[in-house]
């Protein structure tokens, strides 16, 4: 089992920057892939990006390479997720979860944190 907890949301204005944590806690972390997803007002959860806590492999969904990027600290058990020049669109609920499956679908992740607001101001 894994444990998550988001942080780092809060209110920013358009063109600002915002480095989001993934808290984990649990056995055996180097078996998992962590994943960042975002749910904007009523739209569908979408997949941003994954992470392996062992190695250097990440994924980005499409479109997302380029506007986030998503790191570890392995010291920390803490996944991040970091967007540059936020926009109005990227106001959503971010959560991270984690897979011990395919990292690349999005289907296979279980163990949500529970989640972190991030509103964008134009």
């Known amino acids: 089992q894994v444990q998550l907890a988001e942080s780092g949301g809060g209110l920013v204005q358009a063109g600002d920057s915002l480095r989001l944590s993934c808290a984990a806690s649990g056995r055996n972390l180097d078996d998992w892939a962590v994943g960042w997803f975002r749910q904007a007002p009523e739209k569908e959860r979408e997949f941003v990006a994954a992470i392996r806590w062992r190695g250097d492999r990440t994924f980005y969904t499409d479109g997302m390479e380029g506007r986030f990027t998503i790191a570890r600290d392995n010291a920390k058990n803490t996944v991040y997720l970091q967007r540059n020049s936020l926009k109005p669109e990227d106001t959503a609920v971010y959560y991270c979860?984690?897979?011990?499956?395919?990292?690349?679908?999005?289907?296979?992740?279980?163990?949500w944190g529970q989640g972190t607001q991030v509103t964008v101001s134009s």
């Open positions: 979860a984690a897979t011990l499956r395919s990292m690349f679908a999005a289907s296979t992740y279980e163990h």
